[in-house]
């Protein structure tokens, strides 16, 4: 019998200089080796030697020589055995890997179980490891398991389903028939695979447009039924029902509907956001998530100006928050929307001035981007002013260059008053006057 994962994990902790764990490394290593050159060895002690594989691969070392060890054990009939067997195959080899054919019949087989977490794992190694050899020779396992009666295996079915059609495009036409029913699950989980599939079809086949397309009132009534629900235990984060399915119809709805702007459904839709974008709040990270949705959304496609407004005050309410990744994302999304509605932009100024005196200098980058986009002739002294004071409190040598270089260019771009643009730059030398550029200089 072959020492035990806890004895080996013990060894390598206890080594005190690196030597003695390299040379505890070593020795288990070769122990592993003989014994798989065992022709007797049997599935426990492979296992056993499969999950110090797996050790060694945490600790980055050489795993290559297990690969068919871990194929071999996938035929034993023992779950635990199969589960080990498969998380060892998923690590140890990828695609580009002639072994990998050798899988072939283990995922086929186990795909067939009765036993539903059986096939869960080889649906799981079919995902995460198919080629395109794999994808044409087990897609029909996959069809199948679409149908199953088992909710667990249709969704994981779905995802693998969407993974296979990357692998091989062709094979979109096989899964599409499934999506109407598929749909009209009342598993959350079941729909969530089932998005995903219509993604991966869509991206991957131009011609299955129109018909995926005839699926969006069925998304948008799973829309509408989410943003109505009131508390459910089962799926609640936050007081938010489900938002990882909230978020992935939203995705799903953009991509159908986005450079289609004579679709009907546009209107359904533009209701629905207005009715999300004020139900929701900024709370929580699960909320926020829902709005960043909602706002892409509204922005993608051509939706009203009215709720374009609006979707730019929920990015200027997350910019209140004290959370820095919601005020990082909601900074970026408005510099990428700015040119739809400027004024609207405009309202939320004082608030990015603020962000200027943030701690995180990442915060403080995007939002000197974003006041220079909002400078126009109108607001040019104004923002200038609190440019001048920010520059006074920087200690950032790349962000005064930065704002040295692009306030020189503003200046001249709008100003018409000659005497306070000359003070402007006065002032500029005197705060970082070592930190304008050649080409910079040139320009005066």
Not at 35 to 53: G, M, Q, T
Not at 154 to 159: N, P, Q
Not at 183 to 196: A, D, P, T, V
């Amino acid at each position: 019998m072959m020492g035990s994962l806890k004895s080996f994990i013990k060894a390598v902790r206890h080594s005190k200089t690196i030597a003695a764990e390299r040379a505890v490394i070593r020795k288990e290593s070769a122990s592993i080796r003989n014994s798989f050159r065992d022709i007797n060895l049997d599935h426990e002690n492979r296992s056993v030697a499969i999950s110090k594989l797996l050790y060694l691969y945490i600790l980055g070392e050489p795993t290559y020589f297990g690969q068919v060890e871990c194929l071999k054990l996938l035929a034993s009939p023992k779950f635990s055995h199969k589960r080990l067997g498969y998380l060892a195959t998923m690590l140890i080899l990828d695609e580009e890997q002639e072994v990998l054919t050798l899988l072939t019949n283990s995922l086929d087989n186990d795909m067939k179980s009765h036993n539903q977490y059986i096939a869960g794992l080889a649906l799981v190694t079919l995902g995460n490891l198919a080629s395109t050899e794999l994808a044409r020779d087990l897609y029909a396992n996959v069809e199948n398991l679409l149908s199953s009666q088992q909710v667990y295996l249709r969704k994981k079915a779905c995802i693998v389903a969407a993974k296979l059609i990357d692998k091989d495009p062709d094979l979109s036409e096989i899964y599409i028939s499934k999506i109407e029913k598929l749909l009209n699950e009342k598993s959350h989980g079941c729909i969530l695979g089932c998005l995903q599939l219509i993604k991966s079809i869509y991206k991957n086949d131009e011609s299955s447009h129109n018909q995926l397309k005839t699926q969006i009132p069925r998304l948008l009534a799973h829309l509408r039924l989410l943003s109505s629900t009131g508390y459910s235990p089962e799926y609640d984060v936050k007081g938010i029902p489900d938002p990882f399915l909230y978020v992935s119809l939203l995705q799903t709805i953009r991509l159908l509907l986005e450079n289609d702007d004579q679709n009907p459904n546009l209107e359904v839709l533009n209701d629905l956001l207005t009715q999300i974008a004020s139900k929701v709040d900024n709370s929580s990270t699960a909320s926020n998530s829902i709005l960043y949705e909602t706002v892409n959304t509204i922005f993608v496609l051509n939706t009203d100006s009215s709720l374009k407004v609006l979707g730019i005050k929920i990015l200027g309410n997350c910019l209140s928050t004290k959370d820095n990744n919601t005020r990082y994302v909601a900074l970026n999304i408005l510099l990428s929307v700015i040119n739809h509605e400027p004024s609207a932009v405009q309202r939320h100024r004082q608030i990015i001035f603020t962000c200027l005196q943030d701690a995180d200098v990442s915060i403080r980058r995007r939002a000197l981007e974003l006041t220079f986009a909002i400078i126009n002739e109108k607001n040019l002294k104004l923002v200038t002013k609190e440019l001048l004071v920010f520059l006074k409190t920087l200690n950032d040598d790349d962000l005064k260059e930065y704002t040295t270089t692009h306030l020189t260019i503003i200046l001249k771009k709008y100003s018409n008053d000659l005497k306070w643009h000359f003070e402007v730059l006065i002032k500029l030398l005197n705060l970082a006057g070592n930190f304008f550029t050649q080409d910079i200089l040139s320009i005066w």
